[in-house]
Each structure stands twice: as structure tokens, then as C-alpha cells.
């Protein structure tokens, strides 16, 4: 790797880079990358483009195409456990699945019978249970969604029972709830608050949560803040390691919070994802572009169904 791209602020972070990796740029044209999603059975990445209300495509050694044309303005993307594609779309204001013949199955868009604000990112627990952030950024103006005005009244984190469908609040004291990610034991759920991004002095960091076999949440407290910008996705690797986004790039902090080191890119950085066969390779949704890098550590592996 060249110098300029990564700083390194503990000695363990040596061992999680790829010395002899280079950033690549993928593509670029984008207005504003986000929610990259790895489809390993067939070997592509796809990604959101939200302003451009689309979503893209890059296979390897084939190159970029469009994915979903009047995508909704999606935003997340994650995969389930039947590796069916999960979405957030902020023009539906709701979170879809799409089945394996390419229909569209609408999860949610509603709480308390009041419509959703506009889901903004997603994972799915090896239970079958999709948990979802929900802050208002679609609905602030026509650029990412449509503007209109908040029915549920807060910006919350929720679960979607795997059994019945229904959708209960885990987490409310967020001002701008984000990224999200689990430990790879599933026993620690953690959740970027972008506040600041729109706030005086809002919130720029990540929460972790212990989460109990019932799927409730306990013991919050402050994992990280992230300068500069404010904290978006994240992605944890085999060891435990939280990879965040960042305005500089991407950080990555140690189970225990240490600032391991960064990998600095051109523009700010809104998500990642661990792809590639090996789920070695870093793929970055940075502002316009989409860019990767290989590096040496392995994303977590998805946990067996429980």
C-alpha cells in the first residue's frame, strides 16, 4: 500500500493491511454512494446511488452497469439469510426484500400505524430478525427521497420479528440513527448517531449495545466519536474490529475502542462492505465513486442460523 493511503496508530494494524494492495477506483458519476452489498453466489457487488434514485452493479473483469433503474431512492442494502437482497428505500419509506425470481416484497413501512421516516441502513441476524435505523434524511428535502414530514416523531432502531413480521422499537434516545452492525457473535449490536451532520453539537459517534436472546437491547453506552465528519456504516472484521466510515476515510477501532489506524480515500466515505471470495476485499462508497482494497484480515463471517 502506498503511505498516503492508510495511518497507522497502533502497531497492531500492520497486521490488517495488505502491504503489497493498492486502492483501486471502480467507478464513478455517482451524487452519493452508499449501502455497497457483496452477492457471493454471484460474484458482484451492487450499490446505491441515492440522488440519482438508481442502484449499480460491478462484476469483476466485466466493469460498472446499472443495477435497478427508480430504485426509491434506496439507501442500505444487506443480504438475509436465503441471500435474498434487503433494501431501504427512502422514497417508499420502507424496508423490501427481493425475492429470488426479482419480485419485490415490501417488509415494513410503518410503525404504530404511523409511516416510517426513511430507512437508512440494515442487517439481518442469523435468527431470521432484520434490524433497521430510521432517521428523517430522506425526508428533508426532494434530493434523497421526498420531503414531508415525520409521522413517527423520532428517529428510532428497530427489529422486525422473524416469526410474525412484527416490527417493535429497540432503541429511541438517537438523534440521527445510522450504520449498524453486530459483533461476530451477535451479542453486541453497534450504532452509529450521525447527529451532527444536520445538529449544533449533535452526536458524531458509535453506541454499542449487549443484545439478549429475546432481541432486546441493554447497557448502552459510547463505543466511539468519529472526527472527522460523522460516523455512517461500518462493517466488523473476524477479530472483532470496527470498520467505520469517516469523512477522511475509513477507521478502524479495536474491540476495546483503540484507534487501530485509517485507510485514507479522495472523498468522504459513506459505507463499506467486506467482498471478494475470501471476503478479504474492502469495497468503499465514497461520495461519487466506488473504490477497493484488499487487505489482511477477513470481513465476519455470516453465523450459522440459530
Known sequence: MNPNEYEIHDARFRALLQPNAFMEKLAGGCRWSEGPVWFPAANFLAWSDIPNNRMMRWVPDVGVGVFRANANFSNGNTLDRECRLVTCEHGTRRVTRTEHDGSITAITDR????????PN?????????????????GILSDYEGYRAPSEVGRCN????????????????????????AFSPDETQLYVADSGASHIDNGPRHIRVFDVDSSGKLRNSRVFKDVLPG?????????????????ADGIHCYAPDGTLLGKILVPETVANLVFGGPNRNRLFIAASTSLYSLY???RGAARPSTK
Open 111 to 118: 410503525f404504530e400505524g404511523h409511516r416510517l421516516n426513511s
Open 121 to 137: 441502513d440494515v442487517v439481518v441476524h442469523s435468527d431470521g430478525s432484520i434490524w433497521f435505523t430510521d432517521p428523517d434524511y
Open 157 to 180: 432502531v428497530y427489529r422486525v420479528s422473524p416469526a410474525d413480521g412484527k416490527v417493535e422499537c429497540v432503541a429511541d434516545d438517537f438523534a440521527k440513527p445510522n450504520g449498524l
Open 230 to 246: 460523522v460516523p455512517d456504516g461500518m462493517r466488523l472484521d473476524e477479530h472483532g474490529n470496527v470498520w467505520t466510515s469517516a
Open 295 to 297: 487487505v489482511g484480515v
